[in-house]
């Protein structure tokens, strides 16, 4: 069960971050993920109101807040990225986001088995590679994007660490309360910066696409939190950019040379190995 609903998940965020990059190139990154971030709560409280979910208390879902605030600072740097630079080489390298757990879970006194120093390699490897543009002998430059792509790998990371200490009792409270915190926060980052909240009308359908399959997919990371180890589900959500790269691709016509195919496919498979348990 938890591998299904990771994998589902993963396959979602895919299509939402490809729709909300999108989204990104027509319109400021703040009104995009307020306003699809705050279509997809509304959808979520319905839900969970006519489901009758118990409230579970704001004890214990403070780490699904902060994970929240951590998913929105990602999904900020993570839409720019798209926006400004190539799909195929943000999205994978934006996937190591399971080194973050991994690094709480040293923390605690877990080291890395041999699996997993081999996928921090990998991972190493494929975002030089994927981010390194050359530029004639000796010489290159780091690919647009990919210092945004980065910090939405470390916030993504910090998600899974909150979502899975808050998804104990409800996975659908713990993702309201994430998205409720995402939204309150960059609604104050609007203000603070004078940025419209606004969104032309023709761009509403595919703010809503993105808000509620991106809360969806979401409620099924958190829930498949609470079915299994948050390593196997990590290592499956963290296939994401296969959607991505999909879309890109067919949606496009987003070509990558072999050499950065190959970096791409370093990242996804280094995260997968790092994020196994």
Known sequence: MAALLALCGGLMWGVGDFFGGLASRRLSVIPVVVISQAIGLTGLVLWVLVAGDPFPGMLQLLPAAAAGIAVLV????????LAIGAMGIVAPI?????????????AHGTTPIALQW??????????????????????????????????AAATFGLFFVGIDAGADESGAWAVIAARGAAVSVGAL?????????RAPQTLLPMLALVGLVDTAANVLVATATTYGSVGIVAVLSALYPLSTIVLARVVLGERLPGRRRAGAA?????AALVAAS
């Not at 980052?189 to 909240?197: G, R």
């Open 266 to 270: 370093l990242a996804i498979v280094g």
């Open 94 to 106: 934006s996937a190591v986001g399971p080194i973050v757990p991994l690094a709480v879970d040293a």
């Open 74 to 81: 990602g999904l900020a740097a993570f839409y720019r990225g």
């Open 118 to 151: 081999t996928g921090i390699a990998l991972i190493v490897l494929g975002i030089a590679t994927l981010s390194w543009e050359p530029a004639g002998i000796g010489r290159g430059r780091i690919a647009a994007g990919t210092g945004l792509a980065l910090i």
């Open 189 to 197: 980052a609007a203000a603070v910066t004078s940025t419209s909240l």
